[in-house]
């Protein structure tokens, strides 16, 4: 089976890949019905009985998976002209707003209602946590961005979400960049060195080096490096770094490492083009958001 066209229209227009998109949602509705049908659905509702159903917030944030949900509800073999957004992904939404609108087949909408509040609760926690680092740094010329520290399966969805929230998606996976570590270094015996053989293997590749020290940090931008990832800094070590950085024009520099929102302004007027936030996808909670059937 495939997704519905409209449904796969709306995933390809907020940039995300139908088929990867449905491999996942399938996989989540099967985790449901592994151990046999949906006894309790077809037990409390009748034959062919349809409901109406609104998804609602219960509580502020900033909204993400849409797109997702719909796929869900197609999945789940309820025709996607029966489902009504009231919002877009990216909205700052208020507790008690109202996203989405189902008039469906009761027992399929109950089958589906968990997965797909699994996948909106924890997208929109994704968003809502990234809008704030982004209102936080808001002026500063400073960008958050995420890292490859996602749920296994779910790394399109969760950078996604990101997006939504007003942040950067720093590289997909391990081929659509190069970002060169301690364990690359110590193997190419040197940053110079680590930076001249991914230039020789991917000259086209975006390329990213972390430091620690001022001393690598010099070395890699000697080294021809542009985009410099400081990792474990302080605020004076980063300072010193945009200094050392300031003769090298096209340079840009990203902070890392166990970054907190309340720092987050001061981190970004040390002069860093990007703050690294992990955490984004790898802690923040889920937003509160919840299905509600309104009439049989």
């Known amino acids: 089976m495939t997704l519905d066209a409209t449904v796969t229209s709306r995933l ?19 985790e449901d019905l592994r151990y046999g049908p949906d006894v309790t659905s077809a037990a409390t509702a009748a034959p062919g009985a349809r409901a109406a159903a609104a998804v609602a917030a219960r509580e502020p944030g900033v909204l993400a998976g849409l797109p997702v949900a719909l796929a869900v509800l197609d999945a789940a073999g309820i025709p996607p002209g029966t489902a009504e957004t009231r919002a877009a992904d990216g909205d700052r ?13 009761l027992r399929e909408l109950l089958g589906a209602e968990r997965t797909l509040l699994n996948f909106l609760t924890h997208l929109s926690g994704i968003a809502t946590a ?10 500063t010329g400073c960008a958050v961005r995420d890292t490859r520290k996602t749920t296994p399966g779910l790394r399109q969805l969760e950078k996604y979400a990101v997006r939504c929230g007003g942040g950067l998606n720093h590289r997909m996976g391990l081929g659509d960049a190069a970002l060169i570590k301690d364990n690359h270094v110590a193997a190419a015996g040197g940053i110079a060195a680590a930076i001249a053989a991914v230039r020789a293997a991917a000259a086209r590749l975006p390329l990213e080096v972390e430091c620690d020290t001022q001393t690598q940090v010099l070395a890699a931008l000697d080294a021809g490096a ?40 001061a981190v970004a007027e040390t002069g860093v083009d990007f703050v690294a936030v992990g955490a984004l996808t790898h802690s923040s909670p ?6 509600d059937v309104l009439a049989c």
């Not at 809008?131 to 740094?137: E, F, M, P, V």
């Open 130 to 139: 990234t809008r704030a680092w982004a209102d936080a740094l808001a002026g």
């Open 286 to 291: 889920a937003l509160d958001l919840g299905l």
């Open 12 to 30: 390809l227009a907020a940039g995300l890949d139908p088929g990867d998109t449905e491999r996942v949602i399938r996989a989540a509705l099967d």
């Open 93 to 105: 939404i208020g507790r008690g707003t109202e996203v989405l609108r189902i008039r469906a087949p």
């Open 226 to 265: 542009e985009l410099i990832l400081l990792d474990n800094m302080g605020l004076a070590d980063l300072r010193a770094a945009v200094a050392l950085a300031r003769r090298y024009p096209s340079a840009r520099l990203e902070a890392s490492g166990g970054l907190r929102l309340a720092q987050a302004r």
